[in-house]
């Protein structure tokens, strides 16, 4: 049941990801977008990091992807005209491609360990209260750096909108 | 296998209650509007209007499902599809009563209790604003354009104070859970009044409210559906079903956050009052005074079918007293009647604030999200934080 319903949403997941890049509307990308991210939420329930499934809609489908959404819309994008592909492009690109991943592949077999099969729902520390502890105590400075370049960002934001006021 | 049928059975029933609360609260809406303004709302269909939403539905089925050219098609259809559809799914997580034993079978009244309920409603309910934001980019129509922008947008600022708001009660009762949620506010202070979240937090539960409007696209915050500005905003274009499918959304979304706010703050399915002092037994009360108030004013006709229609709803409200009054089945209907009873309360605020707030204007309602609504909740927040860690 749960390998059944992995490969039906890390499909899900793929295929969205592959109609991004296809799509020709902005629109269109931006939805498929949000089908990777629920994808990518359900995979992690099956896992058992419940909090981590919901930070992940909340956050990236329903904050994020609204942005984007919605400066696409204010924008009013219309469908993008596919430059010409070169010859090189056409002839080596989907060759290149699979050597690429075949390579990755193989780096990541033999160089990384083996560890433990990962168990559907053996995972239990994905709840709200295991997620807090470890961010305030084992994790704080890479947190409170996070939101520091969060707020840098935000100003640097602000700065680059007031000038063109 | 019994466990399947139970939540099948639990499924279908939720389901049916849902939509057809959300068919009655047009009604409902539409009745009380009128008394508001004085005037006697729907009246032709059946007694009272009663039936008025069931002509409403045949009309909506039956009438010409109009896509009008150069709509990107897909999403046309899409939109109306999942604004209903994820209007519907967070109330699978909210409970209505306790556990209850039903003809031998022990079960909750309740379709699953996840353990992050409350995420759960928060991130189905940022994701709703795809089915609005979608039907406005799709109609083609620069009404409903705008309509989803506002749309979107005023989700997004809203969404801040929302969550920041139900977090600080959430603080207090150290749990993400609906269930253990009313569970912590199970007891009685001074043994009387219920130990809701409410007495603790009410800043949090105005902000709560204030934002749920915004989140609900209701007055004073139904900018992407401004009648005098936008035609109809986002669902400007849409006739029949798909029309029909975002009502239902609205109202279900209503629905949802009512039954939401009840759950964090209002204590649940608990009673007011504390049991020993007659909590039991005011659902009964209740019915019995409106009952007798009926049957008295049946005794006095003003109008010429009173002297029918009083006694029928007397003997009614007489049966549910009674029915309200049998210990065999007051475990599972008092804390149901307590539920709707609160939930009930909250939806008739929302209707009666559109029937008293003029609409805000576009840049009135971001700068009140932005520069008030959000640095209180904040403020809450941060106060209960202190407070929740300097308790010993």
């Known amino acids: 049941m749960d390998v059944i319903l992995f490969l039906i949403f890390a499909f899900i997941a793929v295929a969205s990801a592959v109609s991004l890049v296809l799509q020709r509307h902005p629109i269109s990308s ?45 924008l009013n994008a219309g469908r993008e005209r596919p430059s010409a592909a070169s010859r090189l492009v056409r002839w080596l690109g989907i060759p290149l491609f ?16 083996k560890t433990l099969d990962v168990s559907f729902g053996g995972f239990t ?22 939101s520091l370049l969060i707020l840098i960002a935000i100003i640097g934001a602000i700065v680059l909108a007031r000038k063109e006021i | 296998m019994n466990f399947y049928i139970l939540t099948l059975i639990k499924a279908g029933l939720v389901a049916f209650v849902l939509l057809t609360t959300a068919a009655y609260l047009v009604w409902i809406e539409r009745k009380l509007l009128a008394h508001i303004q004085l005037r006697l709302g729907p009246q032709r269909v059946g007694p009272h209007g009663l039936l008025q939403p069931l002509a409403d539905l045949v009309k909506l089925v039956t ?29 699978s997580v909210i409970p209505f009563g306790p556990e209850v034993e039903i003809f031998g079978q022990r079960t909750w009244l309740q379709l699953t209790d996840l353990k992050i309920g409350v995420l759960f409603v928060l991130a189905i309910s940022s994701i709703g604003v795809y089915g609005v934001a979608l039907g406005g980019w799709a109609s083609n129509n620069k009404y409903a354009l705008l309509g989803g922008l506002r749309s979107s947008a005023q989700m997004i600022s809203y969404e801040l104070p929302l969550a920041l708001a139900i977090a600080a009660p959430l603080l207090l009762s150290n749990t993400l859970s609906f269930r253990e949620l009313v569970e912590t506010q199970s007891g009685f202070l001074g043994g009387v ?29 139904d900018l992407p559906e401004a009648e005098n500005e936008l035609v109809a905003g986002f669902h400007t ?27 964090i703050w209002l204590g649940g399915w608990q ?61 599972v209907l008092v804390p149901l009647f307590w539920f709707a009873a609160k939930t009930g ?31 209180v909740a904040l403020v809450n927040l941060l106060v209960t934080g202190l407070v929740v860690a300097l308790q010993p």
């Open chain 1, 30 to 74: 931006a939805l498929s977008l949000i089908g990777v991210m629920g994808a990518l939420a359900v995979l992690y329930l099956l896992l058992g990091a419940e909090f981590m499934a919901a930070a992940q809609l909340i956050v990236y489908a329903g904050a994020i992807m609204v942005l984007f959404v919605f400066v696409i819309m204010l």
């Open chain 1, 98 to 113: 699979t050597l690429f991943i075949g390579v990755m592949a193989y780096f990541i077999q033999t160089f990384f360990p």
């Open chain 1, 125 to 146: 520390q994905g709840a709200g209260l295991e997620i807090g502890r470890q961010l305030f105590t084992r994790y704080l400075l890479p947190f409170e750096v996070t």
């Open chain 2, 63 to 91: 009438k010409e499902g109009l896509i009008p050219q150069q709509v990107n098609k897909i999403y046309f259809l899409l939109a109306p599809f999942a604004a209903v559809m994820l209007a519907l799914i967070s109330i």
């Open chain 2, 193 to 221: 009044l219920g130990n809701w979240n409410l007495w603790y937090q009410p800043v949090s539960f105005l902000v709560f409210l204030i934002s749920a409007f915004a989140e609900t696209n209701r007055v004073p915050f």
């Open chain 2, 237 to 263: 274009e849409y006739s029949s079903l798909g029309f029909a499918a975002f009502f239902t959304a609205e109202y279900a979304n209503i629905i949802t956050a009512c039954a939401v706010g009840t759950h």
């Open chain 2, 271 to 331: 009673p007011i009052i504390a049991p020993h002092l007659g909590g039991i037994w005011v659902p009964s009360l209740v019915f019995a005074f409106f009952g007798i108030m009926s049957l008295f004013h049946a005794t006095q006709p003003a109008r010429r079918w009173d002297k029918y229609t009083f006694p029928v709803l007397g003997l009614a409200a007489l049966g549910l007293a009674a029915l309200f009054a049998i210990p065999l089945l007051q475990p």
């Open chain 2, 345 to 375: 309360a909250l939806i008739f605020l929302f209707i009666w604030i559109r029937g008293t707030l003029p609409r805000f204007r576009y840049d009135q309602l971001m700068r009140f999200a932005w520069t008030f609504l959000f640095p």
